[in-house]
């Protein structure tokens, strides 16, 4: 099997890393990253600052990253709590300011043109609170759509648009301290919607939707911000299905360090879709211990599950092609199968892989 | 100033929404008029000398220096308390995220507190009119740009407490030092000409916006002096705003570039 890192990875954070706005043609990027690198100062005892009261020891929480997104495009931010993709959507957002490196939005550097960033980027601010709880969800989009400048009659048809685009058009007039988490991840997005961006930063949209509402929210995001209204989005999340079912392409992050980009389809033929589980009644079957003393499928565990079926887990590579040519030879041979399916990779062990082939590409370089 | 009129809408819209609060604080406004107008009563013989050359009755002193002290406590108060509630609920990255400019941020922040303290000071000078406090009606456009004046000698103290909140999260008591020393050293409740008061105290009172303030107001709201008469106190109180506002929104500025990269605009 041909491994993300040797063939994607190493290539990929080579050629990001030789990435500079003018070289990346920045007029076709909505974001380009050159170096970033960001630390906070870390947070001492009492006795460690009476000790050395002269150091100041920081964290770094984005280390030289570099990327670019194109006009349009869906990109997903992968990575686990404190990768640092907040981080890095506060930096996008001119919220906090970079150590060193370059960014720039729509051709505005965050630093230097961090007002001009703010009328083509929106971030979507996850915390709930910072809605305004008194007012009805029309109030705080027209107070926000005031504040992007919009004037006159524009305001309210603005407003109502966007209701109408987040399905909250029948509770407009409903004070926001009575709204479902759902309905008000839905109107943050709206509020980042209202000022009509180019550029929209999601950071976790789903983490406290139900598994329902963040369904229906995926497909809201797919067909409507992204398909419709065209806006480039980048979408921060620690769940790879996400990933993989909204962004053309992906990058991962861990403890600051972008390890990969690639599109998700690499991702997840190379990295997501080798686990699958087979339900049967003859784990020991010959045709099966055939496969695995051949190397055709390989890491098999074996458990019984409640019903008295055996859950059979492997790791296949090829996709889903090679899956249902390995499926029909079972059955062929013989071994009663009653499931199926392919086993999400969790986003730790996906990690761990493209750490472990970027360690091993870099060796065999 | 669209942008700070849309937030104070916003900012109305929200307090209106919290009728008893409303209801009580006018009736407050009733509840503090009275004691005044009867303390003043019993002290108008005693103080009566000291506050001659400032319209002679105590009740219309007092209520000049309430009204000029709670324009004072909103100014330094409402901006660290709008910057601290703003990091806390996550409304203030909210607010940056938007095109709006940080003074038209400030301003919208805080620009109910202001209009809520002038119905507020309308209310209890009517009341005070009613218990017989006379006025000069026609220096009350004097006395409102005096108020403005006042106000804006006091933003600085306010930007910067709320540069200690963005950068440290406290406002290192600053409002309090402003109040207790405008209480104090301003001349609110008793006349710092009066021969009671040591010099070193008056010296000190000098250096407290609200004292040359609170002399300009009472002389054209209570004597009917004209705004050239009061000139030395304006100017007095136009040098502080000149000489601390630099200062007050140089803090603010650095401040908030600190809390941007230290990345704690929405930490508390």
């Given at each position: 099997?041909?491994?993300?890192?040797?063939?994607?990875?190493?290539?990929?954070?080579?050629?990001?890393?030789?990435?500079?706005?003018?070289?990346?043609?920045?007029?076709?990027?909505?974001?380009?990253?050159?170096?970033?690198?960001?630390?906070?100062?870390?947070?001492?005892?009492?006795?460690?600052?009476?000790?050395?009261?002269?150091?100041?020891?920081?964290?770094?929480?984005?280390?030289?990253?570099?990327?670019?997104?194109?006009?349009?495009?869906?990109?997903?931010?992968?990575?686990?709590?404190?990768?640092?993709?907040?981080?890095?959507?506060?930096?996008?957002?001119?919220?906090?300011?970079?150590?060193?490196?370059?960014?720039?939005?729509?051709?505005?550097?965050?630093?230097?043109?961090?007002?001009?960033?703010?009328?083509?980027?929106?971030?979507?601010?996850?915390?709930?609170?910072?809605?305004?709880?008194?007012?009805?969800?029309?109030?705080?989009?027209?107070?926000?759509?005031?504040?992007?400048?919009?004037?006159?009659?524009?305001?309210?048809?603005?407003?109502?648009?966007?209701?109408?685009?987040?399905?909250?058009?029948?509770?407009?007039?409903?004070?926001?301290?009575?709204?479902?988490?759902?309905?008000?991840?839905?109107?943050?997005?709206?509020?980042?919607?209202?000022?009509?961006?180019?550029?929209?930063?999601?950071?976790?949209?789903?983490?406290?939707?139900?598994?329902?509402?963040?369904?229906?929210?995926?497909?809201?995001?797919?067909?409507?911000?992204?398909?419709?209204?065209?806006?480039?989005?980048?979408?921060?999340?620690?769940?790879?299905?996400?990933?993989?079912?909204?962004?053309?392409?992906?990058?991962?992050?861990?403890?600051?360090?972008?390890?990969?980009?690639?599109?998700?389809?690499?991702?997840?033929?190379?990295?997501?879709?080798?686990?699958y589980a087979l339900f049967t009644r003859d784990a020991g079957h010959p045709a099966?211990?055939?496969?695995?003393?051949?190397?055709?499928?390989?890491?098999?565990?074996?458990?019984?599950?409640?019903?008295?079926?055996?859950?059979?887990?492997?790791?296949?590579?090829?996709?889903?092609?090679?899956?249902?040519?390995?499926?029909?030879?079972?059955?062929?041979?013989?071994?009663?199968?009653?499931?199926?399916?392919?086993?999400?990779?969790?986003?730790?062990?996906?990690?761990?892989?493209?750490?472990?082939?970027?360690?091993?590409?870099?060796?065999?370089a | 100033m669209r942008e700070a009129l849309a937030l104070i809408q916003a900012s109305?819209?929200?307090?209106?929404?919290?009728?008893?609060?409303?209801?009580?604080?006018?009736?407050?406004?009733?509840?503090?008029?009275?004691?005044?107008?009867?303390?003043?009563?019993?002290?108008?013989?005693?103080?009566?000398?000291?506050?001659?050359?400032?319209?002679?009755?105590?009740?219309?002193?007092?209520?000049?220096?309430?009204?000029?002290?709670?324009?004072?406590?909103?100014?330094?108060?409402?901006?660290?308390?709008?910057?601290?509630?703003?990091?806390?609920?996550?409304?203030?990255?909210?607010?940056?995220?938007?095109?709006?400019?940080?003074?038209?941020?400030?301003?919208?922040?805080?620009?109910?507190?202001?209009?809520?303290?002038?119905?507020?000071?309308?209310?209890?000078?009517?009341?005070?009119?009613?218990?017989?406090?006379?006025?000069?009606?026609?220096?009350?456009?004097?006395?409102?740009?005096?108020?403005?004046?006042?106000?804006?000698?006091?933003?600085?103290?306010?930007?910067?407490?709320?540069?200690?909140?963005?950068?440290?999260?406290?406002?290192?008591?600053?409002?309090?030092?402003?109040?207790?020393?405008?209480?104090?050293?301003?001349?609110?409740?008793?006349?710092?000409?009066?021969?009671?008061?040591?010099?070193?105290?008056?010296?000190?009172?000098?250096?407290?916006?609200?004292?040359?303030?609170?002399?300009?107001?009472?002389?054209?709201?209570?004597?009917?002096?004209?705004?050239?008469?009061?000139?030395?106190?304006?100017?007095?109180?136009?040098?502080?705003?000149?000489?601390?506002?630099?200062?007050?929104?140089?803090?603010?500025?650095?401040?908030?570039?600190?809390?941007?990269?230290?990345?704690?605009?929405?930490?508390?």
């Amino acid at each position: 099997m041909s491994g993300i890192a040797a063939r994607d990875v190493v290539p990929t954070i080579a050629a990001v890393s030789d990435l500079s706005p003018a070289a990346s043609d920045s007029a076709s990027h909505a974001v380009v990253l050159d170096g970033i690198s960001k630390s906070f100062p870390v947070r001492r005892t009492w006795g460690e600052m009476l000790r050395h009261p002269t150091l100041s020891p920081r964290a770094p929480v984005l280390q030289n990253i570099s990327l670019a997104v194109a006009d349009g495009e869906f990109f997903g931010l992968l990575g686990p709590n404190g990768a640092g993709k907040t981080t890095l959507f506060k930096t996008l957002a001119t919220l906090v300011l970079p150590d060193s490196g370059t960014a720039t939005v729509g051709g505005y550097d965050v630093v230097l043109d961090a007002s001009k960033v703010r009328s083509v980027l929106a971030p979507v601010i996850a915390d709930e609170r910072s809605l305004y709880w008194r007012l009805t969800a029309f109030q705080n989009l027209e107070l926000f759509a005031k504040l992007q400048g919009m004037r006159g009659p524009t305001v309210h048809k603005r407003v109502k648009d966007v209701l109408d685009v987040v399905g909250l058009s029948d509770t407009a007039e409903k004070i926001v301290a009575a709204f479902s988490s759902g309905m008000k991840q839905r109107l943050l997005i709206a509020r980042a919607l209202v000022a009509q961006p180019r550029v929209l930063l999601l950071d976790e949209p789903t983490r406290s939707l139900d598994p329902i509402s963040a369904r229906a929210f995926r497909t809201f995001l797919r067909d409507e911000i992204s398909g419709r209204q065209g806006c480039t989005v980048l979408l921060a999340t620690h769940s790879a299905d996400e990933v993989l079912e909204l962004c053309t392409r992906v990058a991962v992050l861990d403890r600051g360090r972008l390890l990969a980009t690639g599109t998700t389809t690499s991702l997840a033929r190379d990295l997501g879709e080798e686990r699958y589980a087979l339900f049967t009644r003859d784990a020991g079957h010959p045709a099966l211990v055939a496969m695995v003393q051949r190397g055709v499928v390989g890491a098999l565990t074996k458990r019984e599950t409640e019903d008295g079926w055996e859950r059979v887990d492997m790791e296949l590579a090829g996709g889903m092609e090679r899956a249902s040519q390995i499926v029909a030879t079972l059955v062929e041979q013989g071994v009663v199968i009653a499931r199926f399916e392919r086993v999400p990779l969790p986003l730790a062990d996906l990690i761990d892989r493209i750490v472990r082939r970027s360690a091993e590409g870099a060796s065999h370089a | 100033m669209r942008e700070a009129l849309a937030l104070i809408q916003a900012s109305w819209r929200t307090q209106r929404s919290y009728r008893v609060s409303i209801v009580l604080s006018i009736l407050s406004l009733g509840v503090t008029v009275l004691p005044v107008y009867f303390v003043s009563k019993a002290l108008q013989p005693y103080v009566a000398s000291s506050i001659a050359n400032q319209g002679g009755n105590y009740f219309g002193f007092l209520v000049v220096g309430f009204i000029a002290l709670i324009f004072v406590s909103t100014t330094v108060s409402s901006i660290p308390d709008a910057v601290g509630a703003g990091i806390g609920t996550g409304t203030l990255e909210a607010l940056l995220s938007t095109r709006a400019s940080i003074p038209s941020l400030l301003a919208g922040m805080v620009g109910y507190s202001f209009v809520w303290t002038a119905v507020k000071a309308i209310l209890f000078l009517a009341l005070a009119m009613v218990l017989g406090l006379h006025l000069s009606l026609a220096a009350s456009l004097s006395g409102i740009l005096i108020l403005v004046l006042i106000v804006l000698a006091h933003i600085p103290f306010a930007l910067m407490a709320a540069s200690l909140v963005l950068a440290f999260r406290t406002t290192a008591q600053i409002p309090s030092v402003i109040m207790i020393a405008s209480g104090l050293l301003g001349g609110v409740y008793w006349s710092m000409s009066a021969k009671i008061i040591p010099g070193w105290v008056h010296a000190m009172a000098n250096w407290v916006p609200l004292a040359p303030g609170l002399r300009a107001l009472r002389q054209t709201m209570l004597n009917g002096a004209s705004l050239s008469s009061v000139m030395p106190d304006v100017l007095l109180l136009v040098g502080f705003i000149v000489m601390l506002n630099a200062i007050g929104f140089l803090a603010f500025t650095e401040a908030l570039k600190y809390a941007r990269r230290t990345g704690t605009l929405a930490q508390y």
